[in-house]
């Protein structure tokens, strides 16, 4: 990897986290140069290479490095924005057991919420379930959109937006590529969705520096074109 400067959240000197070394931890304390790859795990990046085994073997570590990277800024978001939602729908409900009642949860969705033992296990997937159409007069406009309403947000706008961080978050849960990936457009998506509930995270994720990850994306695409030639 270019530079020494560790990646992570350094345009907001106020707000350093605590993995802003992740990436030069990766670089210094895992030796992947001693492992010797599976070739299945490799080719699915040589495409992205022009068929490069050497760039195929850096864009796959690069993926590792970066997908670890957003595990945590994902991790961060997901907590805040389902802790402040679920916040919001039980001191509405009065209830502690919520996601398990009829008359807040629809009742095609009431089995796939009612499986879990708690809040803190109810998927983003399902979280996403409640800014759906289905949820309009029951959730969104008594409860969501007042706090939406100034930033100019829709219902349909929060749904899109948790749909594409849900469609980020497995395919790093699944060691999927992500190198194809808007990563600035992830991070906003995040922001945005949390900035009414937990404007310091928000923030902190907004100024989230993910430019070292995409220059060196780009360096080694680069570096794949050139020796095409």
């Known amino acids: 990897m270019s530079g020494s400067e560790p990646l992570g959240a350094k345009r907001n000197p106020g707000r350093q986290s605590a993995f802003t070394d992740t990436p030069g931890d990766l670089r210094k304390g895992y030796q992947f140069s001693a492992l010797t790859f599976h070739p299945n795990q490799i080719r699915p990046y040589l495409k992205a290479v022009n068929n490069d085994l050497e760039l195929a073997h850096r ?23 389902r802790c402040h939602i679920f916040d919001l729908i039980r001191s509405s409900a009065q209830k502690q057991d919520w996601w398990r009642d009829p008359t807040i949860i629809a ?43 100034e930033s100019g947000k829709r219902r349909k706008d929060i749904f899109i937006a948790l ?17 194809n990936f808007n990563f600035e ?17 928000s923030e902190w994720i907004e100024n989230f520096d993910l430019s070292g990850f995409i220059s060196e994306r780009n360096e080694i695409i680069r570096d794949s074109s050139r020796k095409s030639w």
């Open 163 to 179: 749909e594409s961080i849900r469609k980020l978050r497995n395919i790093i849960a699944h060691h999927g590529r992500i190198h």
């Open 59 to 81: 864009l796959y570590i690069w993926n590792i490095q970066t997908s670890a990277q957003l595990w945590a800024v994902i991790h961060i978001f997901e907590t805040s924005f």
């Open 107 to 149: 009742i095609n969705d009431l089995e796939r919420f009612a499986r879990y033992s708690s809040e803190e296990r109810i998927p983003l997937s399902l979280i996403n379930r409640l800014f759906s159409q289905k949820y309009l007069r029951s959730l969104w406009i008594p409860l969501f959109e007042p706090l939406y309403i």
């Open 185 to 201: 457009q992830s991070l906003t998506a995040m922001s945005l969705s949390l900035k009414c509930l937990d404007k310091p995270t």
